[in-house]
């Protein structure tokens, strides 16, 4: 197949293209021209907010399948519903359990806990700054995928659970643990600490490959069995690196990433039933932790 990644170069990005290229597709990767084409890709660059530079990039070219890893408004996906229609077969998007912000269930939540056609897009909010894009991330996710919805494109979101691995993890979340494991300070917890659904950074690049070779539509929820606690998370760091956890739980406030005063379980049955098989957690937790830790060496 023709595939084409908008962005990719990053984290679990770049081991999708490394997967899409190991099984003979040919990828063509857009991006504003910061980062060289991986080997074995082609590049086109293009700002994908500005529409016209992006329709000059394309040219004729078309897609079997579009994985567009950087749409993170509802403006990104308005541009990209206009552009791509007509040049492609099929939209996949990264999306994140993030969307699901508005949920808070003891079971975990299926992909039709949120109805996208319920949910009101607004275009003219402030999604280029920095700041308010950043505060407001899963709902520009949302109202993206209510775009998409409602595009009349052939289109897919994976919903992606917490990422965890890799000796690239650029978040900092394991080593700021790691930093106050071994030192001793207290860790900042909700006095009442829910467990979420985790992936492991090359399943989820192993996902997404399925994924774009699948036929499926709609929203997909894409984790790992087992949903874990900052207690499990912290329990491994502290096996790996030494020291003692300290937490301190508070009722309201700041908290510690991996930490979660409302239930963030997903369920990611309808991708089971669709033919994906996930393992779980306790299978990769250790190995995803100590090869983000191993920088630190």
């Known amino acids: 197949m023709d595939i084409l990644i908008i962005g990719g170069n990053r984290y679990f990005g770049k081991r999708l293209t490394r997967r899409l290229l190991d099984a003979g597709h040919a990828v063509t ?72 912000a508005y949920e808070d269930s003891a079971d975990p939540v299926t992909e039709d806990a949120l109805d996208l056609s319920g949910v009101p897009v607004d275009t003219t909010l402030p999604w ?102 900052t207690a499990e998370i912290c329990a491994e760091i502290e096996d790996i690196v030494g020291g003692r956890t300290l937490f301190q739980g508070v009722e309201v406030g700041e908290v510690s990433p991996f930490s979660f005063f409302r239930s963030y379980a997903m369920s990611n049955s309808r991708a089971e039933s669709l033919g994906h098989s996930f393992s779980h957690s306790s299978e990769w937790l250790r190995k995803a932790l100590s090869e983000t830790l191993s920088r630190e060496a």
């Open 29 to 100: 990767v857009l991006n504003r021209g910061s980062s060289a084409a991986p080997e074995g890709t082609v590049l086109l660059t293009a700002d994908r907010n500005d529409e016209r530079a992006l329709e000059k990039a394309l040219g004729d070219h078309t897609f079997d399948v579009v994985v567009d890893q950087v749409c993170y408004t509802p403006r990104q996906a308005d541009i990209a519903r206009r552009v791509f229609a007509g040049r492609t077969r099929r939209y996949v998007m990264t999306s994140t359990v993030e969307v699901y």
């Open 128 to 229: 280029e700054d920095p700041d308010y894009l950043n505060s407001h991330y899963g709902e520009g996710k949302r109202q993206a995928e209510a775009v998409f919805a409602a595009s009349g494109l052939t289109w897919a979101s994976v919903r992606v659970a917490h990422v965890l691995g890799g000796a690239d993890d650029f978040t900092g979340r394991v080593e700021h643990y790691a930093r106050r494991i071994r030192a001793g300070e207290p860790i900042a917890v909700p006095a009442v600490n829910r467990p979420a659904t985790y992936v492991y950074v090359e399943e989820i690049a192993a996902f997404l490959a399925w994924a774009v070779e699948a036929e499926f539509t709609g929203p997909v929820n894409a984790h790992s069995h087992g949903p874990l606690t």
